[in-house]
């Protein structure tokens, strides 16, 4: 049992360039999540997903889009990076109702 | 504006004494709240939560609690150990909203001497 896996842990990007970060989960959970965690803030919610073949945006999604395919899988994408996207990016998964479980995080470097 | 304020950016306690880490809200919709604990180069993992329709909760060495007139819950951690030592998250689900609807605050880092 995995639990919230992250592909990969880390990236080095240029500006306009493009990139997908693959988040997958054991867990059977309906719920998944992307966060974007900036120094000195707290995680801010960029995109999630109820179930399968749905998404929603969060506080922060412009710039990102996702997608969910499978299940246990939630890809964010970024089709034209930017300086203002380097971050570090969780991802998260839980049942309704019940707390989140993260993954380790993607540290994203964009210049 | 910061719906969920953690005014202190960091705390130092020594070991075997209390750690309090505290959290101010704005929002009287907030519903539940939770606290994650986040180690370096890890992701934050869950530490406890209370609902709305409590003032307490307790969990071994931790214990939230909640004051809605005030808006203010805080985290004891009873007593610290070296390993506490963390950046700990205070979070808020709105009444009605999904797990989704986390908001988190800026985080303190805790520090525990031996």
């Known amino acids: 049992n995995a639990g919230v896996t992250q592909t990969p842990k880390f990236r080095v990007l240029k500006t306009g360039q493009s990139m997908t970060l693959l988040c997958a989960q054991d867990?059977?959970?309906?719920?998944m999540y992307w966060y974007r965690q900036d120094p000195g803030m707290g995680l801010r919610l960029i995109h999630y997903?109820?179930?399968?073949?749905?998404?929603a945006k969060g506080e922060v999604p412009d710039g990102y889009n996702v997608s969910r395919l499978k299940k246990q899988n939630f890809l964010l994408g970024l089709e034209s990076a930017a300086p203002s996207q380097t971050s570090v990016y969780f991802c998260?998964?839980?049942?309704?109702?019940?707390?989140?479980?993260f993954g380790p995080g993607t540290r994203l470097t964009v210049t | 504006d910061q719906q969920v304020k953690q005014n202190s950016p960091s705390l130092s306690v020594q070991e075997g004494r209390i750690s309090i880490l505290n959290c101010d809200y704005t929002?009287?919709?907030?519903?539940?709240f939770l606290w994650y604990k986040k180690y370096p180069a890890e992701g934050p993992t869950f530490l406890i939560s209370?609902?709305?329709?409590?003032d307490k909760n307790e969990d071994g060495r931790f214990t939230v609690f909640l004051n809605k007139s005030a808006k203010h819950l805080s985290l004891h951690i009873v007593p610290s150990q070296p390993g506490d030592s963390a950046v700990y998250f205070c979070?808020?689900?709105?009444?009605?909203?999904?797990?989704?609807?986390?908001?988190f605050g800026k985080g303190t880092k805790l520090s525990v001497k031996p």
């Open positions: 998260a998964s839980n049942l309704a109702g019940a707390e989140q479980y």
């Open positions: 867990m059977n959970h309906e719920y």
């Open positions: 997903s109820v179930g399968e073949g749905t998404t």
């Open positions: 929002n009287s919709m907030f519903d539940y």
């Open positions: 209370i609902s709305s329709i409590k």
């Open positions: 979070a808020a689900v709105p009444y009605g909203g999904s797990q989704g609807n986390l908001i």
